[in-house]
């Protein structure tokens, strides 16, 4: 699986896509464009966009795109937040989608926060 790393990920979290072949949107050199333009550049390439950008389920219709979106929900994008959720992540790989987007939280009390805010599409 092709896996793009949104630039707000650390570049730490590649260590644990090893199995999958995985960029950094630097790497791609695509660190300024907005998520539209990503998620239309990224369908040629990419398989899956792994982003911590909780709007993009409201402000992107995912669905018309060739790609699924994983996103992290932790309290902070430091590597140190993010690293015990890649277990659930490669879990999500072998189960995704195209034109889905999935929520991964680091914990329920945070899954709820969103959900009370309307973010996410439990909203």
């Known amino acids: ?3 793009l790393l949104d630039h707000n990920l650390p570049r730490k979290l590649k260590n644990h896509l090893l ?3 995985s960029v950094l949107t630097q790497e ?3 660190n300024d464009l907005e998520n539209g333009e ?3 550049a990224t369908q040629r390439t ?3 966009l792994l982003t911590t ?3 993009i389920y409201h402000q992107q219709n995912v669905a018309q795109f060739d790609i699924a979106v994983i996103v992290l929900r932790a309290y902070d994008n430091k590597y140190e937040s993010l ?3 890649m277990t659930d992540v490669l879990s999500q790989l072998e189960a995704i989608k195209p034109g889905e987007v999935y929520y991964i939280y680091i914990d329920e009390k945070l ?3 969103d959900r009370s805010k309307g973010k996410g599409p439990e909203a």
């Open 1 to 3: 699986m092709r896996v």
């Open 19 to 21: 199995s999958h072949d």
């Open 28 to 30: 791609a050199g695509w």
């Open 38 to 40: 990503m998620l239309s």
């Open 46 to 48: 990419f398989d899956v």
């Open 53 to 55: 950008d909780t709007n």
């Open 83 to 85: 690293r015990p959720m």
């Open 111 to 113: 899954k709820a926060s």
